[in-house]
């Protein structure tokens, strides 16, 4: 009788591969994969923001100082200019007229006075003999005289030289020239329009208003501190109106020294260097004011924070390629990331996908991921990113 089938040598080589390779399957189900990122060290230092509107620091509007007609123009309309670049040039001919007859005057006093001190000088020499006393005191004030008309011809020479000058209309600063308001064969004189209008472009001016509260609050932060000290501490710093930030620093110019009845604010300006010409006056900028010292900390993405009993914590993957919990203390949140006080220093690797399938101590298989990848917002469940600041 035969107690049973002998069983084929093949079935038992595929029974022993399967049995070998269980092992290996098992543990590759047992490392999940999840995505990490390297954690960020920001500036999160306390920032204030203000609506604040462009100014120039000079703008100056060309108009004429004597009267005549516009001969030529001698910019094309909106470029730079410099400081004593012509502009516009009126006709000078009867100007011209007037100092020629001016000179000529001043020709004849001085050949008036040399005449005067001639008879001066001869009375002088003759006194007691063939003049008179007073013959020579008429002498002496007609040299007088003859000394005052000379000053007077010297100051019309100079008036029409002056005059002579203002025909050539220059622009007393750097800046930016606008359209020109006359035409070329236009009179003008100096009640006319303005001709023309430059205003400096670099350094531009921002100015903005800071509720009386707010000042008190920055002096209250910064120590109790003078307004001095307080333009000292905090720097001005621009967002413009796409929300791209404007990549040159600022300073605090100026506070005013009076708050206004009517809105309870106090107007602050801010000096920006303006090398391309991006800002123009006129225009609404948002002016972030912080600190001059810049406060570090870790932060990380709301969605990769969770909470228990315990508190707050973050699950972290060390070098053995491990899951670790690691308790942290949150002060506030910036951007839709947690500010880390305490429990992270920064470089760590952070888990911020497949969080639902892992735990402490577990191994897991880590990918690098992108910070500002959109899987990354929003991680974990709403009850866990609802949590106060510790």
């Not at 005549?68 to 909106?78: I, K, P, T, V």
């Not at 003759?126 to 008429?138: D, F, I, M, N, Y």
């Not at 390629?321 to 470089?347: C, F, H, M, P, Y």
Request: glycine share 8%; with cysteine; charged share 25%.
């Amino acid at each position: 009788m035969k107690l049973g089938r002998r069983v084929p040598s093949a079935c038992l080589i595929i029974l022993s591969a399967t049995l070998m390779s269980a092992p290996k399957n098992a543990a590759a189900q047992a490392e999940p994969s999840v995505g990490v990122f390297s954690i960020p060290v920001q500036d999160v230092s306390p920032k204030h923001e203000f609506v604040g509107r462009v100014e120039a620091v000079n703008a100056v509007d060309i108009r004429s100082r004597i009267e005549g007609f516009l001969d030529e123009r001698l910019f094309d309309e909106g470029q730079l200019v410099k400081k004593d670049q012509d502009l516009f040039l009126i006709d000078k001919r009867s100007l011209q007229i007037s100092l020629a007859d001016a000179k000529a005057a001043l020709a004849s006093a001085q050949a008036s006075l040399d005449d005067a001190q001639r008879r001066v000088a001869r009375n002088q020499s003759l006194t007691g003999q063939t003049v008179s006393r007073a013959t020579l005191e008429e002498s002496q004030a007609a040299l007088e005289t003859g000394q005052a008309n000379l000053l007077s011809a010297q100051a019309r020479v100079a008036q029409a030289e002056l005059n002579l000058s203002y025909t050539r209309i220059t622009s007393p600063i750097d800046g930016r020239i606008g359209a020109a308001e006359l035409s070329v064969g236009s009179f003008v004189s100096g009640s006319s329009m303005a001709l023309a209008r430059v205003v400096e472009m670099d350094p531009i001016r921002v100015v903005f208003s800071v509720s009386d509260r707010s000042i008190l609050e920055l002096r209250a932060a910064a120590g109790d501190i003078g307004k001095e000290e307080l333009a000292r501490r905090y720097q001005p710093s621009l967002r413009l109106s796409n929300d791209q930030a404007y990549r040159e620093p600022g300073k605090i110019e100026f506070f005013g020294n009076e708050i206004d009845p009517a809105t309870g604010t106090l107007a602050v300006r801010t000096l920006f260097s303006n090398p391309d010409g991006l800002l123009i006056p006129g225009q609404f900028v948002t002016v972030v004011i912080s600190g001059t010292e810049k406060t570090l900390r870790p932060v990380v993405p709301l969605g990769s924070v969770q909470q228990d009993r315990e508190g707050k914590f973050v699950l972290l993957v060390n070098e053995q390629n491990a899951v670790e919990l690691r308790r942290i203390k949150t002060s506030r949140q910036i951007n839709g990331n947690w500010v880390v006080d305490d429990g992270l220093k920064g470089g760590e690797k952070l888990v911020v996908e497949g969080l639902q399938n892992i735990s402490e101590g577990a191994a897991v298989s880590p990918t690098e991921v992108s910070p500002t990848d959109s899987s990354v917002i929003s991680l974990a469940p709403a009850a866990s990113q609802s949590g106060s600041a510790q």
